[in-house]
Every structure is written in structure tokens, then in C-alpha cells.
């Protein structure tokens, strides 16, 4: 595992933000953020993150809701990923405080910011401080447009309230630009990934995006220049592709996966 | 949906597709992404973790954290192998793929 933040052992929050140079280093691993090529290179961004900011472990989770009954949970690890594996045995999803703090709120904070009121919550607190996170800066990702998708960064340290110092007013704004732009480039991937396997088209984007907007049939058709019929043929092809019940949880789903926008068209 | 064509990647899935490895060689070690899909009840949850290995020890925490090896040895001794070739692949080399 990438151990690339042991040269900043000891050193306090406050030691680390005040070094020459952090400012840019910290802008030139956000700037490095949305032009990764894969997810391999996003994880050696997230241990370089780790290294400037002086932490043990970086994890990056995105989580979307297909619908009422499937969500998707997927997370990039920098550090000792082998926590997100009892993280998940003990299905915890739903009861997490970090992420339950991140789909409500947009400030960063320290974890001991966020109350663990069930215990649960005090046992995923504790598998994390097993696994390096003795301290923990949650920064949420939150996307717009009404949907349920949302992104967290978790910064891990080893050492106790690292991130209870005043100097993570200085990280703050580092750590908020990071989660984003490490958030918009795995929407960014997933909807490549989706487009390409399921061979969607631009008129099959459109097509969502206007229902998506609420538009009837009729007037999907007039603005496509096609017969409803075929709309309504169209629209159950692209039903059976993504296996959604109706059009209106497939221009759902596809928003929710950055396919379109959620209350208009990708141009 | 359907999943991306992984062409310069290993996968190694379970009979049942309920969890599925997919390992390469990376700069910095061996990238693994290990996908779960669980359906429990009304709620199914679809789980993918993603972290790159340098060394064989960290992996070897990782797998010993997965009850999943309990219910697919098969799966798990096949991971293994493929982990283990990558990252003697990547000694030998030392260059990505």
C-alpha cells in the first residue's frame, strides 16, 4: 500500500499547512483530479492527496440510488482498503453517520463534528479508527438537480484529533475542491462506461432527456421529428436496456448516472 | 445494465456473479476492484471497492477480511493466483501495462 505520507509522521495539521509550498501542491493534485485516466491513476491522486495533507488514508465513496429497491455503493481507497470489506459484511450502509452527514450537509468537518448516535454508528466509527482513521475529515460531494447520488472524501489520520486543529479551516478549502472534482470525474466515467456497454445513442440521450423534462409523447415526438409510435418503441428498448419498468424510472436512472442532466438535455 | 468490456484486465467471478474480481497491473502496484452485489430482503445493494496493492501482505489482509472466501473458495484461490502473477509480472518489469 502507498505509504507516501510516512514522511509526515508526528507533524501536527498545523505543521503540514504551514510548509512551504502546500498551497501548491495541494492546487496541483486537485488540478491533476479530473484529467485521470482510469481509476488506477485517480487512486495514485488520492495517495498524493494523502502525502499533502499528512493523512494515512484517503477514501473517496460515491453512492447512487437506482431505485427503491437496488443503491450502488462504490469506493476508492488509498490506504488499507481491508476496512471497507468488514465495512460492507456488516452492511452498515444505511446507518453510516458520515454518510448520513454528507447527504445533508456541504461543509467539511472534523468527525467528531458528526454525532454516532446508534451503535452501529460507534461500530463503523471503530472499524475505521482499527484500520488508521483515529481522526477523520468528512468532506461531502453533494450533487444538485434533486438527485440521490452523492460523493464523500474521508481523510484518515493515525493520530489523534488531527483534524480537531484550527488549521483544517486551511484544508477546508482544498479538501471541498477535491471531493468535487474527484466527484464530477467519476460521473464522468460511469456515464462513459454505461453509454459504451449499453451502446447508447445521442438521439436515445435526447430521447430521456425530454421526458426527463415531463414531456408527453406527443410532444417528444414532435420535437424529434418522429411518429409517437415510434417514441413509445424506442422508449421500451431503452427500458429493457437499462431494466427499468417505465421510461420515467429510465430518465430517472439516467440521471441519476450523469447520463443527462437532471431537468434538461447534455449538450 | 451491462458492464464494460475489461480488455488488458483479469476478472475472476463466482459461479454466481454475486462477486467479482478485476485485477491489472498498475505504476504503483496491482489495482484490484472487488464488485459484490447482495440482495438482502427488498434492498439490494451493489458494493465496489477499488485500491491498488504494492505487496502481497496488504492483499492478503484484504482476502483475510472477506467471508466471501468461505462460500467461494474456488473464486478466491483463482484470485489469489492471478494477484500473485501480477505482481511478480510487475517486479519483473516494472512497467504498467
Given at each position: 500500500m502507498n505509504s507516501s505520507s510516512s514522511g509526515n509522521q508526528h507533524r501536527s495539521l498545523y505543521e503540514v499547512v504551514g510548509a512551504t509550498g502546500f498551497a501548491s501542491l495541494a492546487l496541483e493534485v486537485i488540478q491533476r483530479a479530473p484529467k485521470a485516466g482510469d481509476a488506477a491513476e485517480m487512486l495514485e491522486i488520492l495517495a498524493a492527496a494523502n502525502h499533502v495533507f499528512g493523512a494515512e488514508m484517503a477514501v473517496f465513496v460515491s453512492f447512487i440510488?437506482?431505485?427503491?429497491?437496488r443503491e450502488s455503493f462504490r469506493f476508492l481507497v488509498?490506504?488499507?482498503?481491508a476496512w471497507c470489506i468488514a465495512y460492507q459484511q456488516n452492511g452498515w450502509y444505511a446507518n453510516d453517520a458520515w454518510l448520513l452527514y454528507a447527504a445533508t450537509n456541504s461543509e467539511p468537518v472534523?468527525?467528531?463534528?458528526?454525532?454516532?448516535?446508534t451503535r452501529w454508528q460507534r461500530a463503523a466509527r471503530a472499524l475505521a479508527t482499527q484500520h488508521g482513521a483515529v481522526s477523520a475529515y468528512v468532506v461531502p460531494a453533494p450533487a444538485s438537480g434533486g438527485l440521490s447520488r452523492l460523493g464523500l472524501l474521508v481523510l484518515g489520520s493515525?493520530?489523534?484529533?488531527?483534524?480537531?486543529?484550527?488549521?483544517?479551516g486551511t484544508i477546508k478549502v482544498f479538501a471541498r475542491s477535491l471531493a468535487m472534482e474527484i466527484h464530477e470525474w467519476w460521473v464522468r466515467q460511469i456515464r462513459k462506461e454505461i453509454i459504451a456497454s449499453n451502446r447508447i445513442t445521442d438521439d436515445d440521450l435526447r430521447l430521456l432527456a425530454l421526458e426527463r423534462r415531463g414531456l408527453r409523447t406527443k410532444q417528444i415526438a414532435d420535437e424529434l421529428n418522429v411518429s409517437p409510435a415510434s417514441v413509445d418503441s424506442r422508449f421500451q428498448r431503452l427500458n429493457a436496456k437499462f431494466n427499468r419498468p417505465n421510461r420515467r424510472a429510465t430518465a430517472n436512472l439516467a440521471a441519476e448516472y450523469g447520463l443527462i442532466e437532471p431537468c434538461g438535455p447534455l449538450n | 445494465m451491462k458492464q464494460p468490456d475489461l480488455v488488458g484486465h483479469r476478472m475472476v467471478t463466482s459461479h454466481d456473479g454475486v462477486v467479482t474480481f478485476v485485477l491489472r497491473r498498475a505504476t504503483a502496484g496491482v489495482h484490484v476492484e472487488r464488485r459484490h452485489e447482495d440482495s438482502e430482503g427488498s434492498q439490494a445493494h451493489v458494493a465496489s471497492v477499488q485500491a491498488i496493492f504494492e505487496t502481497g501482505e496488504m492483499f492478503a489482509q484484504f482476502v483475510d477480511m472477506d467471508n466471501m472466501r468461505f462460500t467461494y473458495p474456488l473464486t478466491y484461490e483463482h484470485l489469489k493466483r492471478h494477484f500473485d502473477e501480477l505482481i511478480v509480472e510487475r517486479q519483473s518489469t516494472s512497467q504498467p501495462l
Open positions: 440510488r437506482d431505485d427503491e429497491s488509498a490506504g488499507n482498503p472534523s468527525d467528531t463534528a458528526i454525532p454516532l448516535r493515525a493520530q489523534s484529533q488531527y483534524f480537531d486543529s484550527p488549521a483544517a | -
